[in-house]
């Protein structure tokens, strides 16, 4: 990413207001997938958000994608999971690596996740003019 300077960045990305932003989406795996992939998906490398996708034969019959079953962002040693649990609503996790070996799986509320989330977005945005006109884009800036 092109780096920037914390005096370069525009005072309105604002870390509770992304927070808030992606908790509110958050709530359908599908929508949310399309926003992150949408705002995010050309300022960041492609690994960075990875999608898991459940096809049925109709849906592969029709060409159709499938829901998505999860869906992780990797920013560096920490990857953000949120996946449907058995009532269907959005779960969110917390994966700790080092080195590329797994050292912890955290589950965590739509609220932490979305913090957290947001904290690693806005640190990468203090670098990347890219990053940080990906979550103006997000917000609607």
């Known amino acids: 990413f092109p780096t ?3 005096s370069d960045l525009e005072p309105s990305l604002d870390v509770d207001l992304l927070a808030a932003t992606l908790r509110a989406d958050s ?3 599908d929508s949310y997938a399309s926003v992150l992939l949408e705002n995010l998906g050309d300022a960041f490398p492609p690994d960075v958000v990875e999608i898991d996708r459940d096809r049925s034969l109709s849906d592969r ?3 159709r994608p499938g829901t998505v079953a999860r869906l992780q962002i990797n920013l560096g040693e920490t990857a953000l999971e949120l996946q449907r649990d058995k009532a269907g609503r959005p779960q969110g996790r917390v994966v700790t690596r080092v080195g590329g070996v797994t050292i912890s799986r ?3 509320s739509l609220a932490v996740w979305s913090q957290t989330l947001a904290e ?3 640190a990468l945005a203090a670098e990347s003019s890219e990053a940080a006109s990906a979550l103006g884009r997000l917000l609607g800036l």
């Open 61 to 63: 019959m029709a060409g």
């Open 106 to 108: 955290k589950d965590v």
């Open 120 to 122: 690693k977005l806005a």
């Open 27 to 29: 709530r359908d795996l």
């Open 4 to 6: 920037r300077r914390s």
